[in-house]
């Protein structure tokens, strides 16, 4: 019984930044990789950005790179997805994940807690 909660979207304009944030509860937040996946209609969930679970081990998708920052704060149970510069494509549905291990992985099917999603839309 992990549940997994993510907030933090909402439509911006092309340009602007969001930070989206996650949290866990019923488990041990700071023995879990977490990652951050988006989906479009149509298309099958992608890998965004990971972390291990210390944090010191981080990585992101070609597609964002230079743009979104992957972080957490094992002291308060969050983790964040700082995004910049965001453009139309960026517009999904944004879920957080975490992985029963400290290593993080960039395949969805690896992570076994999900949390339900939070809409970003990036507007032209």
């Known amino acids: 019984q992990v549940h997994v909660v993510e907030s933090g979207g909402g439509l911006v304009q092309a340009g602007g930044s969001l930070r989206l944030s996650c949290t866990t509860s019923?488990?041990?937040?700071?023995?879990?990789?977490m990652g951050w996946f988006r989906q479009t209609p149509g298309k099958e969930r992608a890998y965004v950005a990971v972390?291990?679970?210390?944090?010191?081990?981080?990585l992101v998708a070609d597609s964002v790179k230079g743009r979104f920052t992957i972080s957490r704060d094992n002291t308060k149970n969050l983790m964040y997805l700082q995004m910049s510069n965001l453009k139309p494509e960026d517009t999904a549905v944004y879920y957080c994940?975490?992985?029963?291990?400290?290593?993080?992985?960039?395949?969805?099917?690896?992570?076994?807690?999900w949390g339900q999603g939070t809409q970003v839309t990036v507007s032209s």
């Open positions: 019923g488990g041990t937040f700071s023995t879990y990789a």
């Open positions: 994940a975490a992985r029963a291990g400290g290593l993080s992985r960039v395949s969805p099917q690896e992570y076994n807690y």
């Open positions: 972390i291990s679970s210390s944090g010191g081990s981080t």
